[in-house]
Nanobody
Framework: QVQLVESGGGLVQPGGSLRLTCAASGIDFSAVNMGWYRQAPGKQRDFVASLGSGGTTNYADSVKGRFTISRDNAKNMVYLQMSSLKPEDTAVYYC?????????WGQGTQVTVSS
């Protein structure tokens, strides 16, 4: 059974930092691409960052230079280090992967950036 479990969200002031974690199970983790997406209230779910099995990274323009995606294949975890957070980064953040031609999402973790 494939599971993606996010953690690390919370309330942070503008300019602050958070690190999100996604723990994966039931997949050949080192062989799959992993991604982070986010969904703000009343908006569609948008791409944030991805990290391929070979190490290639991609970022949304809105987070370039502020967010960093990384992975630990030994622990089956992917991380999203977020810095210089802005109120517009407020959203539910989701972990995503495709394994055996099926799309999987985590349950999401809330990030709120507010003073």
């Amino acid at each position: 059974q494939v599971q993606l479990v996010e953690s690390g969200g919370g309330l942070v002031q503008p300019g602050g930092s958070l690190r999100l974690t996604c723990a994966a199970s039931g997949i050949d983790f080192s062989a799959v691409n992993m991604g982070w997406y986010r969904q703000a209230p009343g908006k569609q779910r948008d791409f944030v960052a991805s990290l391929g099995s070979g190490g290639t990274t991609n970022y949304a323009d809105s987070v370039k230079g502020r967010f960093t995606i990384s992975r630990d294949n030994a622990k089956n975890m992917v991380y999203l280090q977020m810095s210089s957070l802005k109120p517009e980064d407020t959203a539910v953040y989701y972990c995503r992967t495709i394994f055996s031609s099926r799309l999987y999402w985590g349950q999401g973790t809330q990030v709120t950036v507010s003073s």
